[in-house]
């Protein structure tokens, strides 16, 4: 499913409840397999080296689940009055999204205006990828039947 206003409008109001008129504060929002949409956002770290990405809470969420994640969009609202932004995931981010195959959906700005997204999967976002080289049905991140390893039954209890 393509990034839609639904799922930006998560992320963007996760930012707005969290920071409240603040700039350059930012989101993200994950849709899994299920439909469920997960939220997160990355709290600031004296050693920048040590920060997260808004996306790392709702993927270890996902994780957690047991759920795929199918689409990813990532926001941080702009200085001033110039509303909210979609940001490409970063590189990092993008091997973590890539855990759930390249068929995952990110959202992109528009270069002339970044408040408006277009969709991309991961394999258009990053066609030189390393994994590229694996045929469609050695996907590197399966177990042999379609599942990415960690990510099946959560058990119960």
């Not at 066609?127 to 177990?143: I, K, L, Q």
Request: aromatic fraction near 8%.
């Amino acid at each position: 499913m393509a990034i839609d206003r639904a799922l930006v409008d998560a992320a963007t109001e996760l930012t707005r409840h969290r920071f409240p008129g603040q700039d350059w504060a930012g989101a993200a929002a994950l849709r899994l397999d299920d439909g469920t949409v997960l939220t997160s956002t990355a709290p600031q770290a004296p050693n920048g080296a040590v920060q997260l990405c808004h996306e790392t809470g709702a993927l270890c969420e996902a994780f957690k689940l047991g759920r795929r994640v199918v689409a990813s969009v990532c926001v941080t609202a702009a200085d001033g009055d110039r509303g909210f932004w979609v940001l490409a995931p970063c590189g990092v981010c993008q091997e973590r999204l890539f855990a759930h195959g390249p068929d995952v959906e990110v959202g992109v700005p528009l270069p002339e205006d970044p408040r408006r997204w277009r969709t991309l999967r991961l394999r258009d976002v990053q066609p030189h990828w390393f994994a590229r080289v694996f045929p469609d049905d050695v996907w590197p991140y399966e177990d042999g039947e379609g599942e990415v390893p960690g990510h099946g039954e959560v058990a119960e209890g």
